[in-house]
Protein backbone atom coordinates (compact mmCIF):
# COMPACT_ATOMS: atom_id res chain seq x y z
CA UNK A 1 0.00 0.00 0.00
CA UNK A 2 1.37 3.19 -1.17
CA UNK A 3 1.74 5.93 1.67
CA UNK A 4 2.91 9.67 1.25
CA UNK A 5 3.87 11.69 4.43
CA UNK A 6 4.60 15.49 4.77
CA UNK A 7 6.83 16.79 7.01
CA UNK A 8 8.36 20.41 7.66
CA UNK A 9 7.92 23.51 9.63
CA UNK A 10 4.65 24.95 10.42
CA UNK A 11 5.42 28.26 10.59
CA UNK A 12 6.97 30.73 8.29
CA UNK A 13 7.87 34.34 8.23
CA UNK A 14 6.48 36.37 5.52
CA UNK A 15 9.14 37.04 2.80
CA UNK A 16 10.60 33.84 4.22
CA UNK A 17 10.85 30.11 2.10
CA UNK A 18 8.55 27.33 3.00
CA UNK A 19 10.04 23.93 2.58
CA UNK A 20 8.29 20.34 2.88
CA UNK A 21 8.95 17.49 1.88
CA UNK A 22 7.14 14.26 0.80
CA UNK A 23 7.71 10.81 2.17
CA UNK A 24 6.94 8.12 -0.14
CA UNK A 25 6.20 4.33 1.23
CA UNK A 26 5.34 1.43 -1.05
CA UNK A 27 6.39 2.98 -4.20
CA UNK A 28 9.38 4.50 -5.87
CA UNK A 29 10.13 8.47 -6.82
CA UNK A 30 12.34 6.64 -9.57
CA UNK A 31 8.65 4.81 -11.13
CA UNK A 32 6.54 6.23 -14.27
CA UNK A 33 4.11 8.38 -11.76
CA UNK A 34 4.64 11.76 -11.22
CA UNK A 35 4.93 13.35 -7.73
CA UNK A 36 2.68 16.10 -7.29
CA UNK A 37 2.04 18.97 -4.76
CA UNK A 38 -1.50 20.34 -3.78
CA UNK A 39 -2.39 23.46 -1.30
CA UNK A 40 -5.61 24.22 0.11
CA UNK A 41 -6.05 27.65 1.97
CA UNK A 42 -8.36 27.67 5.03
CA UNK A 43 -12.06 27.50 3.68
CA UNK A 44 -11.38 27.55 0.08
CA UNK A 45 -10.68 25.22 -2.82
CA UNK A 46 -7.78 23.01 -4.14
CA UNK A 47 -4.76 24.68 -5.69
CA UNK A 48 -2.96 22.29 -7.92
CA UNK A 49 1.03 24.01 -7.24
CA UNK A 50 3.25 21.79 -9.55
CA UNK A 51 4.53 18.16 -9.93
CA UNK A 52 7.99 16.22 -10.90
CA UNK A 53 8.61 13.32 -12.73
CA UNK A 54 11.56 10.62 -12.27
CA UNK A 55 13.73 12.46 -14.99
CA UNK A 56 13.53 15.45 -12.94
CA UNK A 57 11.02 17.89 -15.33
CA UNK A 58 9.06 20.13 -13.66
CA UNK A 59 5.64 21.64 -14.40
CA UNK A 60 4.09 24.26 -12.23
CA UNK A 61 1.10 26.31 -11.99
CA UNK A 62 1.89 29.77 -13.96
CA UNK A 63 0.67 31.99 -10.61
CA UNK A 64 3.32 30.84 -8.51
CA UNK A 65 5.55 29.74 -11.42
CA UNK A 66 8.30 32.41 -10.39
CA UNK A 67 8.65 31.42 -6.59
CA UNK A 68 8.11 27.50 -6.35
CA UNK A 69 10.47 24.35 -7.17
CA UNK A 70 9.75 20.95 -6.89
CA UNK A 71 12.63 18.51 -6.76
CA UNK A 72 13.07 14.87 -6.35
CA UNK A 73 15.59 12.79 -3.86
CA UNK A 74 16.00 9.33 -5.10
CA UNK A 75 17.82 8.56 -2.66
CA UNK A 76 15.70 9.10 0.45
CA UNK A 77 12.56 8.13 -1.60
CA UNK A 78 11.04 11.57 -1.31
CA UNK A 79 10.32 14.90 -2.72
CA UNK A 80 10.34 18.52 -1.93
CA UNK A 81 8.91 21.91 -2.66
CA UNK A 82 10.64 25.25 -1.90
CA UNK A 83 8.52 27.89 -2.24
CA UNK A 84 9.82 31.36 -1.87
CA UNK A 85 8.90 35.15 -0.32
CA UNK A 86 5.77 33.72 1.12
CA UNK A 87 2.87 36.11 2.28
CA UNK A 88 -0.25 35.40 4.16
CA UNK A 89 -1.82 34.29 1.43
CA UNK A 90 0.35 31.10 0.90
CA UNK A 91 -0.92 30.00 4.61
CA UNK A 92 -2.61 26.61 3.28
CA UNK A 93 -2.64 23.28 4.02
CA UNK A 94 -0.67 21.72 1.40
CA UNK A 95 -0.82 17.74 0.17
CA UNK A 96 1.66 15.83 -1.57
CA UNK A 97 -0.07 13.76 -4.18
CA UNK A 98 1.12 10.60 -7.05
CA UNK A 99 -0.16 11.02 -10.20
CA UNK A 100 -0.55 7.81 -11.61
CA UNK A 101 1.08 7.03 -14.85
CA UNK A 102 -1.48 4.43 -15.49
CA UNK A 103 -4.20 7.38 -15.96
CA UNK A 104 -4.59 9.51 -18.64
CA UNK A 105 -4.33 12.91 -18.05
CA UNK A 106 -4.45 13.36 -14.41
CA UNK A 107 -5.67 11.18 -11.74
CA UNK A 108 -3.81 12.00 -8.09
CA UNK A 109 -4.50 8.50 -6.99
CA UNK A 110 -2.80 8.94 -3.19
CA UNK A 111 -2.39 11.91 -1.03
CA UNK A 112 -0.32 12.33 2.20
CA UNK A 113 -2.61 13.28 5.08
CA UNK A 114 -1.46 17.09 4.45
CA UNK A 115 0.16 19.47 6.85
CA UNK A 116 -0.85 23.10 7.42
CA UNK A 117 1.34 25.77 6.48
CA UNK A 118 0.90 29.16 8.12
CA UNK A 119 2.63 32.47 7.32
CA UNK A 120 2.64 34.75 10.12
CA UNK A 121 5.25 36.43 11.95
CA UNK B 1 -9.63 32.12 -10.65
CA UNK B 2 -10.29 28.54 -12.51
CA UNK B 3 -11.24 27.99 -15.89
CA UNK B 4 -13.38 24.92 -14.66
CA UNK B 5 -16.88 26.28 -12.92
CA UNK B 6 -18.52 24.06 -10.71
CA UNK B 7 -21.48 25.51 -8.59
CA UNK B 8 -21.12 26.32 -5.12
CA UNK B 9 -23.51 23.82 -3.49
CA UNK B 10 -25.62 20.65 -4.57
CA UNK B 11 -28.30 18.63 -2.22
CA UNK B 12 -30.64 15.53 -2.12
CA UNK B 13 -32.28 13.56 0.53
CA UNK B 14 -30.91 10.12 1.24
CA UNK B 15 -31.59 7.38 -1.45
CA UNK B 16 -32.11 10.34 -4.31
CA UNK B 17 -29.72 10.81 -7.19
CA UNK B 18 -27.40 13.96 -7.35
CA UNK B 19 -25.54 15.37 -10.57
CA UNK B 20 -22.49 18.08 -10.30
CA UNK B 21 -21.38 19.42 -12.87
CA UNK B 22 -18.00 20.85 -14.32
CA UNK B 23 -17.55 23.35 -17.21
CA UNK B 24 -14.33 24.15 -18.74
CA UNK B 25 -13.13 25.00 -22.25
CA UNK B 26 -13.89 23.33 -25.18
CA UNK B 27 -9.86 23.21 -25.61
CA UNK B 28 -10.17 21.14 -22.49
CA UNK B 29 -12.75 19.51 -20.88
CA UNK B 30 -14.21 19.55 -24.50
CA UNK B 31 -11.31 17.57 -26.40
CA UNK B 32 -9.80 15.21 -23.79
CA UNK B 33 -11.31 12.41 -21.55
CA UNK B 34 -8.73 13.04 -18.65
CA UNK B 35 -11.11 14.95 -16.23
CA UNK B 36 -10.98 13.21 -13.15
CA UNK B 37 -13.56 13.75 -9.59
CA UNK B 38 -12.54 13.97 -5.97
CA UNK B 39 -14.30 14.21 -2.93
CA UNK B 40 -13.38 15.88 0.33
CA UNK B 41 -14.51 15.03 3.78
CA UNK B 42 -13.96 17.86 6.27
CA UNK B 43 -10.44 17.85 7.64
CA UNK B 44 -9.47 14.80 5.23
CA UNK B 45 -7.45 14.83 2.09
CA UNK B 46 -9.43 14.83 -0.92
CA UNK B 47 -9.77 11.14 -2.81
CA UNK B 48 -10.07 9.99 -6.13
CA UNK B 49 -13.86 9.01 -7.07
CA UNK B 50 -13.45 8.67 -10.68
CA UNK B 51 -10.80 9.38 -13.72
CA UNK B 52 -10.64 9.34 -17.13
CA UNK B 53 -14.12 11.03 -16.84
CA UNK B 54 -15.69 7.72 -16.08
CA UNK B 55 -13.53 5.58 -14.77
CA UNK B 56 -13.55 4.24 -11.29
CA UNK B 57 -11.18 3.20 -8.65
CA UNK B 58 -11.27 -0.19 -7.10
CA UNK B 59 -13.42 0.31 -3.93
CA UNK B 60 -15.26 3.24 -5.24
CA UNK B 61 -18.52 2.50 -4.78
CA UNK B 62 -20.77 2.33 -8.60
CA UNK B 63 -22.95 4.75 -6.85
CA UNK B 64 -20.91 7.20 -7.88
CA UNK B 65 -20.56 7.38 -12.11
CA UNK B 66 -19.10 10.08 -13.76
CA UNK B 67 -20.03 11.41 -17.66
CA UNK B 68 -19.28 14.29 -19.98
CA UNK B 69 -21.13 16.16 -22.87
CA UNK B 70 -19.54 18.61 -24.88
CA UNK B 71 -17.40 21.02 -22.76
CA UNK B 72 -18.93 19.70 -19.68
CA UNK B 73 -18.23 16.35 -17.11
CA UNK B 74 -20.93 15.40 -14.78
CA UNK B 75 -20.90 13.31 -11.50
CA UNK B 76 -24.07 12.01 -10.25
CA UNK B 77 -24.29 10.13 -7.35
CA UNK B 78 -27.03 7.68 -7.19
CA UNK B 79 -28.90 6.39 -3.50
CA UNK B 80 -27.73 9.25 -1.71
CA UNK B 81 -26.17 8.50 1.81
CA UNK B 82 -25.41 10.67 4.56
CA UNK B 83 -21.40 9.40 4.35
CA UNK B 84 -21.59 11.27 0.88
CA UNK B 85 -22.07 14.39 2.05
CA UNK B 86 -18.54 16.66 1.12
CA UNK B 87 -16.99 18.70 -0.93
CA UNK B 88 -16.51 17.44 -4.70
CA UNK B 89 -13.51 18.60 -7.08
CA UNK B 90 -13.12 18.09 -10.55
CA UNK B 91 -10.00 18.13 -12.30
CA UNK B 92 -8.17 18.67 -16.03
CA UNK B 93 -4.99 18.27 -17.58
CA UNK B 94 -4.38 20.59 -20.50
CA UNK B 95 -0.84 20.37 -21.62
CA UNK B 96 1.53 20.63 -18.67
CA UNK B 97 -0.97 22.31 -16.39
CA UNK B 98 -3.85 20.67 -14.04
CA UNK B 99 -6.37 22.43 -12.50
CA UNK B 100 -9.28 21.87 -10.16
CA UNK B 101 -12.83 23.16 -10.03
CA UNK B 102 -13.89 25.35 -7.37
CA UNK B 103 -15.54 22.82 -5.60
CA UNK B 104 -19.15 21.68 -4.97
CA UNK B 105 -20.34 21.39 -1.48
CA UNK B 106 -22.76 18.34 -1.09
CA UNK B 107 -25.36 18.57 1.30
CA UNK B 108 -27.33 15.45 2.35
CA UNK B 109 -30.87 16.87 3.47
Given at each position: QVQLQESGPGLVRPSGTLSLTCAVFGDSVRSSNWWSWVRQSPGKGLEWIGEVSRSGTTNYTPSLKSRVTISLDTSNNQ??????????????????????????????????????????? | QS???????????????????????????????????????????????????????????????????????SLTVSGLQAEDEADYYCCSYTGSKKQFGGGTKLTVL
Amino acid sequence: QVQLQESGPGLVRPSGTLSLTCAVFGDSVRSSNWWSWVRQSPGKGLEWIGEVSRSGTTNYTPSLKSRVTISLDTSNNQFSLRLTSVTAEDTAVYYCVRDSSLIRGVGLDCWGPGTLVTVSS
Amino acid sequence: QSALTQPPSASGSPGQSVTMSCTGPSSDVGVYDQVSWYQQHPGKAPKLLIYEVNKRPSGVPDRFSGSKSGNTASLTVSGLQAEDEADYYCCSYTGSKKQFGGGTKLTVL
